[in-house]
């Protein structure tokens, strides 16, 4: 019986030593591929009289995320591309003369409109070379449809549907709901539009929620509306009846108002790529994945030193280490430590894409930014969002560039505490407390804000948007006064922002990086990503079981429920934007 024990254990170790050498192996050719081709400037690999395979029907991301080899294992992971890859390609697609045009997908594609807007720019510069880009979709989203109109010719499935309706944004409120269940949320906040906790509070939208809410969508949709009618050859007026009264909404309607060039299948929108190559329709053409090119944004070129340094900025703000999607103090503050100390970089570029956070957080991460002043020029770009703490982290710089599109501003405070009292008492369940003086339990989730914690946190609350606000006034060169009439929490769009003095330009991350180049006097450099995140086998472990259990476990009802249960979570003084905003 032992020796089977010994037979069997000795097997099991066999199985699972080459399984992870399996796992390294790969891992190791991955990393050596993935810098071969980080290096390549010259594209040898690429056919001549080729076309860029533009498939952008996935989840785009700002920044490419690291590889994970244990994906491979898992029919759950989540096919992430980087906004800087996609960028990259088309920028080097452009310059090889061997890719003759885009080949571009995009009727689902799933980004965020700032992010879907830099694509788009960078398509509109790619056709400057004289190339040729054709879109085809089988159904195309608003936002995919915003994206593909800069193609030259644009086709969709003869059965194809057409998503063309205008922005909406849903709020949801909880009031009744809490007053049902007995779980709520004690709120104090500072700014008449600081309306993050507004749906704890009431069950209707406030006309100030209301004002703002429609001023940001009425701002996204001139944009997206404009640049559609522009390379529609519409006017905007006529995209706004098409939209009033839904013409559009199949391939027949959508080529009846000129919003499509043609309704053909996908085999004979690939002829027609063939007959812009010059080729037999009996031939078959040659493509390059964007994702081949492996470039980010800009070519590395081992011969130059000098570097603008890209730091991340991405997701909610806490008081935490940091991660691709959290913003914590010490992955934000080493990336600035390193950035200051190497001799190499000469500029940063800080990307931020976050709805902001933790208030304490926030600040520690400014003052890091304030120890470049003077030593090396810092340039924010603004992604989809980048309001509340996400503004309070990007006002000292140099330069602030903004997309219209982007969701900013925000400057306000406020104070979340879960309360669970309702329900405890529907199940039983009594907290009682024994204290040395009235005000020594402080918070507790079992019982009301006692009036001593109230007027503390009130108190603290005050400190903070007086701090928030004195930033502000020293980074944008305002006075006080001028700072609290655009803040008290109110959120602007990029263009509006931009009128109101909360930014210097509307651009994105290439128009961030050029102007980073042109303070630190540079005409060739590197562009280095930061921060540096773990990439070890117990972090890739951790990221691969938090997704495959996130599959298994959503309820249908949890995106209805995220805002509820996202500020559930949340705890203390934060300088965070007013809601959730998603415009489709």
């Given at each position: ?10 097997l ?6 080459l ?9 190791a ?17 690429i056919?001549?009289?080729?076309v ?6 996935t ?8 590889a994970n ?18 960028l ?16 571009l997908?995009s ?5 965020g409109?700032?992010?879907t807007?830099e ?6 510069d790619?056709?400057?070379?004289g ?12 936002k995919?449809?915003y994206?593909s ?15 063309l ?21 004690e ?5 008449k ?29 001139e ?7 522009a390379s ?10 098409i ?16 919003i499509?060039?043609?309704?053909i299948?996908e ?12 080729l ?5 053409y ?5 994702t081949?090119?492996n ?9 130059i030193d000098d ?5 991340y900025a ?5 008081y ?8 914590g103090?010490e ?6 430590e390193?950035?200051?100390e ?17 208030a304490?957080?926030s600040e520690?991460?400014?003052n890091?930014s304030r120890?470049?002043k ?5 340039v ?5 969002v ?14 602030i560039f ?5 969701v900013?501003?925000?400057i306000g405070?406020?104070?979340a ?6 329900m ?5 369940i009594n ?6 003086h009235k ?8 019982e ?7 007027k ?10 007086h ?6 006034s ?5 006075d ?11 959120v ?14 509307l ?9 980073a180049a ?7 450099f ?11 086998l117990?972090?890739m472990?951790?990221?691969?079981f ?11 009802l ?8 996202e ?12 809601y ?5």
């Amino acid at each position: 019986m032992n020796f089977f024990k010994s037979f069997l254990a000795s097997l099991l170790g066999t199985f699972v030593a080459l399984g992870l050498i399996s796992v390294f192996f790969f891992m190791a050719i991955a990393a050596i591929a993935t810098s071969v081709n980080f290096d390549k400037v010259e594209g040898a690999w690429i056919s001549e009289n080729s076309v860029l395979d533009l498939n952008l029907n996935t989840v785009v991301v700002d920044r490419s995320p690291k590889a994970n080899p244990f994906d491979n294992f898992s029919d759950f992971s989540e096919v992430r591309v980087g906004l800087d890859e996609i960028l990259g390609s088309i920028n080097k697609a452009k310059k090889d003369d061997k890719i003759k045009g885009v080949r571009l997908k995009s009727g689902f594609i799933n980004s965020g409109w700032v992010q879907t807007r830099e694509i788009r720019k960078a398509l509109n510069d790619f056709k400057s070379s004289g190339k040729f880009i054709y879109a085809y979709a089988d159904y195309m989203s608003q936002k995919g449809l915003y994206l593909s109109s800069v193609a030259d010719s644009l086709f969709l499935n003869p059965m194809g549907v057409v998503e063309l309706k205008g922005l909406s944004s849903e709020v949801l409120y909880f009031e009744d709901f809490q007053d049902q269940y007995g779980v709520k949320m004690e709120v104090i906040r500072h700014g008449k539009y600081k309306s993050a906790v507004e749906p704890f509070l009431q069950s209707k939208m406030s006309d100030e929620n209301r004002q703002q809410i429609q001023g940001i969508l009425k701002s996204v949709w001139e944009t997206l509306r404009d640049e559609v009618a522009a390379s529609r050859g519409l006017e905007p007026e006529t995209i706004d009846a098409i939209v009033a009264d839904l013409v559009v909404g199949d391939a027949e309607g959508a080529f009846e108002q000129g919003i499509i060039d043609g309704m053909i299948y996908e085999e004979d929108f690939d002829n027609k790529i063939k007959s812009a190559l010059g080729l037999e329709l009996d031939k078959d053409y040659k493509t390059v994945d964007f994702t081949r090119m492996n470039v980010r944004i800009k070519e590395y070129n081992v011969e130059i030193d000098d570097r603008i340094a890209v730091v991340y900025a991405q997701g909610p703000i806490f008081y935490s280490e940091g991660s691709e999607k959290v913003i914590g103090k010490e992955a934000i503050n080493d990336a600035f430590e390193e950035v200051l100390e190497s001799e190499k970089i000469k500029a940063v570029v800080l990307r931020i894409d976050s709805p902001g956070g933790d208030a304490l957080t926030s600040e520690i991460i400014l003052n890091a930014s304030r120890k470049l002043k003077g030593k090396k020029p810092l340039v924010v770009s603004m992604g989809n969002v980048a309001a509340s703490g996400g503004y309070y982290i990007a006002c000292l710089a140099d330069r602030i560039f903004a997309d219209p599109m982007s969701v900013t501003g925000s400057i306000g405070v406020l104070a979340a505490f879960p309360n669970i009292r309702g329900m405890a008492n529907k199940i039983g369940i009594n907290a009682e407390q024994v204290t040395t003086h009235k005000n020594a339990m402080g918070y507790s989730v079992f019982e009301p804000l006692n009036s001593g914690f109230k007027k503390s946190t009130i108190k603290a609350i005050e400190k903070v948007y007086h701090t928030f606000k004195s930033r502000v006034s020293e980074g944008r060169s305002m006075d006080m006064e001028a700072v609290e009439e655009i803040a008290q929490g109110r959120v602007w769009s990029g263009k509006d922002a931009l009128e109101k003095g909360l930014v210097d330009e509307l651009g994105g991350l290439t128009e961030a990086i050029a102007a980073a180049a042109e303070l630190a006097d540079l005409s060739a450099f590197n562009l280095v990503d930061y921060p540096k995140y773990k990439d070890d086998l117990e972090s890739m472990l951790f990221d691969t079981f938090t997704r495959v259990k996130s599959e298994f476990t959503e309820h249908p009802l949890e995106k209805y429920a995220s805002e509820f249960i996202e500020f559930s979570q949340l705890e203390g003084i934060l300088t965070r934007i007013p809601y959730s905003i998603k415009m489709e």
